[in-house]
């Protein structure tokens, strides 16, 4: 059997699975994470001809690992390749024959102008997996459009319904990127799935903003029904009330309640100690908490803003009201819960600090899965990939360096 770098003796539910990465920026990079901790061998092939836009000296943090990206590149191995030079298709094409799975997210045409297609690698491997991510889809009008995550959102319907109803609709970042992300990963594991019983492997043609038109099917609905535009609600609900971030006692802080039913209100009044305004009766139901909602908020601010927003959230969870602090990136970093289920884990990368990573989101009887490997510089691992995997001699290696092509 083939000796792999992160195989970890089959016990992850993907070992033996290997991945041939294309991906750049957030969405592609996020779903070969998951991929990654869950085991697969991920391989990230990059140039530093043309680096990921997070791999360029930052103008703020003046270095070529930006934090964040630090994150979305554990879990893999790096290759360094440059794709524009003439042996580029062959030295891919010998590793995806070595590959179940290819990724990539660049524009519609780019693989295709390479020499890169999936009709073009289904030749060294006729049982390929390969997933294209893409703002609009690989066909239609707008397939040659370039999009970044609020461009997702907007496209989608998604930042036009998120805000409040006297300001603009909201940009959505981070969160969008890897809700494609993760549907790439599900695709994925679906192909395999599917392979795993016919033999047959197949092509998926993921689009970004139809991922988040998945995520607003209300919207669609609710049109189709009424007729009516759907209205940007803020922290409330169209359905409840209370249901809000209120200020705390100290500074920038705050915690979110919400109170879905009338009993879960009586609940929140009895954790509020009962005040007398609970008493109210344009408070007694859901209609005459919507009606009366600026009142409200303002008389539960008044209760929260005297207290820390932990000793808002124990008072209300004792209730079994459903309420939170707003988590900054330092609560989450000691957050004693997360840190109790291993989410929050502290790495080291040779010649770096230490840092703080993230784990993965699930836990798997008997399967360690998870952040295993810290992000890798540019080329890391091409040692293994082109000695130890492809079979290239010392010789030939040392050559193809000194052309430029392992750069």
Avoid at 125 to 140: H, I, K, P
Avoid at 193 to 202: A, H, M
Avoid at 360 to 383: C, E, I, L
Wanted: aromatic fraction near 8%; include cysteine.
């Amino acid at each position: 059997m083939e000796v792999r770098a992160m195989d970890f003796n089959g016990k992850l539910p993907l070992a033996g699975v290997r991945v041939a990465d294309f991906s750049w920026y957030a969405s592609g990079p996020y779903c070969t994470l998951m991929l990654g901790m869950l085991g697969a061998e991920v391989i990230r092939i990059e140039s530093r001809n043309k680096p990921d836009s997070h791999r360029k000296t930052h103008p703020m943090y003046g270095r070529d690992y930006v934090a964040p990206y630090d994150q979305l590149l554990s879990s893999r191995l790096s290759a360094s390749l440059n794709l524009k030079h003439p042996q580029a298709k062959d030295v891919v094409g010998r590793l995806v024959a070595k590959s179940d799975v290819v990724v990539e997210n660049y524009r519609p045409g780019v693989m295709s102008r390479l020499g890169l297609s999936y009709e073009d690698l289904r030749k060294v491997r006729d049982d390929l997996v390969m997933l294209s991510l893409s703002t609009a889809g690989q066909t239609g009008p707008d397939s040659r459009m370039a999009g970044y995550a609020p461009a997702f959102a907007a496209l989608a319907g998604l930042g036009g319904a998120i805000g409040y109803p006297d300001g603009p609709p909201l940009e959505l970042r981070n969160s969008m990127d890897h809700a494609c992300g993760l549907a790439g990963a599900l695709a994925v594991l679906s192909a395999l799935r599917k392979r795993g019983r016919s033999g047959q492997g197949g092509y998926i043609d993921l689009a970004n903003r139809e991922v988040a038109a998945v995520l607003m099917g209300h919207v669609f609905t609710e049109y189709g029904m009424t007729g009516a535009e759907p209205q940007r609600y803020g922290n409330r609900s169209p359905y409840s009330a209370p249901h809000n971030v209120y200020r705390c006692r100290g500074r920038d802080r705050w915690v979110s309640i919400v109170a879905a039913t009338d009993a879960q209100w009586r609940a929140l009044c009895a954790a509020m100690d009962q005040p007398a305004w609970c008493a109210d009766e344009r408070f007694s139901d859901v209609h005459g908490r919507k009606t009366h909602e600026d009142e409200l908020d303002d008389r539960i601010a008044e209760w929260t803003g005297q207290l820390d927003a932990y000793e808002v959230t124990l008072r209300c969870q004792a209730r079994g009201v459903a309420a939170f602090p707003v988590m900054s990136g330092r609560d989450l970093v000691e957050d004693t819960h997360l840190r109790a289920r291993g989410m929050v884990l502290t790495m080291t990368r040779p010649g770096q600090d230490d840092r703080i990573a993230l784990n993965a989101p699930w836990q798997f009887s008997g399967s360690p899965v998870g952040n295993r490997r810290w992000s890798p510089s540019v080329g890391q691992d091409n040692d293994y990939v082109y000695g130890d995997l492809l079979g290239m001699a010392p010789d030939e290696r040392r050559k193809l360096e000194e052309d430029q092509l392992f750069h």
